[in-house]
């Protein structure tokens, strides 16, 4: 457990919106699982509106260990994750969750892969039977679509609880400076010597879920973006298909006007079809547009998050 006597440093990163009733808990659990190691705690406050910023006030009071930093307003959980990893000093840095539900106890097998020569170590969740159907769907669709339009391969299931090696995390922190950030495409992207391990997430212990369906729809959008450029080009077929088949539908309509004496009906018909073709556009300019909003915020290099309170 340790190098010449001395204990090995670990970093926890642990992202906190509105934990309050659970950072006390996660905490002790860790420091009996990993009593063997010096561990640094990085807990990120995204600017929580209940008593967890005081509570980590506390905790850092009577160890010297944990570390804390508030954000000035909330940044989201990815840019969390990044300052964690920017502010740690351990020989690896294990990213998890506030509410338990990443189970503490999966902790020292994550630490005997990196010991293996394992750059990176992440985790896969395995689909319990208490999980919503909706939430099975949907899950599965996200990995489907981010491994279809994107020019990565992100394991179904994989988690933000993982570990990197110091020098994987000071390659994402130096070398990587795009503004929209997905970490689990971006381990993916990255490459180096990765394993995983699966496990049965735990029930939360307290509080509620902080992700909505409009932000997981975000969040898949993000990851589709920012690796590939594939709907850009799913966009030109799709406006190649339809000029296509509305040249053929031009060709019959002159014809029937040069040719023959009948005259042709179905408003319905047209109307319909000039809905559905503006709905493409509209749709096609959607996509336009979240490539070139990107380009935009990124283009006025904004800082990843502003620090309100901090202990580092």
């Known amino acids: 457990m340790s190098e010449g006597g001395k204990k090995l440093k670990i970093s926890i990163v642990i992202p906190c919106y509105n934990e309050e009733g659970n950072v006390v808990e996660l905490y002790n659990k860790i420091n009996e699982i990993l ?20 509570i980590l006030e506390e905790l850092s009071e009577k160890d010297s260990n944990v570390k804390f930093i508030s954000f000035s307003r ?10 964690g ?19 503490p106890e999966i902790l020292p097998k994550l630490i005997e892969k990196w010991k293996e020569g394992y750059e990176i170590v992440f985790t896969v969740r395995k689909d319990i039977e208490n999980v919503s159907k909706f939430k099975k ?3 599965s ?16 299931g994989a988690a933000d609880f993982r570990l990197l090696d110091k020098k994987i995390v000071r390659i994402l922190i130096d070398d990587i ?6 970490y689990r495409g971006l381990i993916s992207w990255i490459g180096y010597k990765q394993t995983y391990i699966e496990y049965i997430p735990n029930k939360r212990f307290s509080g509620s879920t902080k992700y909505s369906l409009f932000k997981m729809i975000n969040f898949a959008t993000d990851g589709i973006t920012s690796f590939s450029i594939r709907p850009l080009k799913l966009a030109i077929l799709l406006g190649l298909s339809l000029s296509f088949f509305s040249a053929i539908y031009g060709i019959y309509v002159i ?18 079809s000039i809905l559905f073709i503006g709905g493409i556009n509209m749709i096609l300019l959607g996509i336009v547009g979240e490539y070139i909003g990107k380009l935009y915020i990124q283009s006025k290099k904004r800082p990843y998050f502003l620090i309100k309170k901090s202990n580092i």
């Open 255 to 272: 014809s029937m006007a040069l040719f023959t004496d009948e005259t042709l009906k179905g408003w319905a018909s047209v109307l319909v």
């Open 177 to 182: 400076t795009e503004y929209h950030l997905f």
């Open 137 to 139: 769907i949907t899950a």
């Open 74 to 83: 909330n940044f989201g959980h990815q840019n969390a994750l990044r300052a």
């Open 85 to 103: 990893l920017e502010y740690s000093t351990g020989e690896c840095v294990i990213s998890m969750d506030a509410d338990l539900q990443h189970p």
């Open 35 to 54: 009593s063997d190691y010096t561990v640094e705690y990085i807990f990120i406050d995204d600017n929580s509106k209940d008593e967890t910023l005081n």
């Open 141 to 156: 669709l996200f990995y489907k679509l981010i491994n279809t339009l994107s020019d990565i391969d992100v394991k179904q």
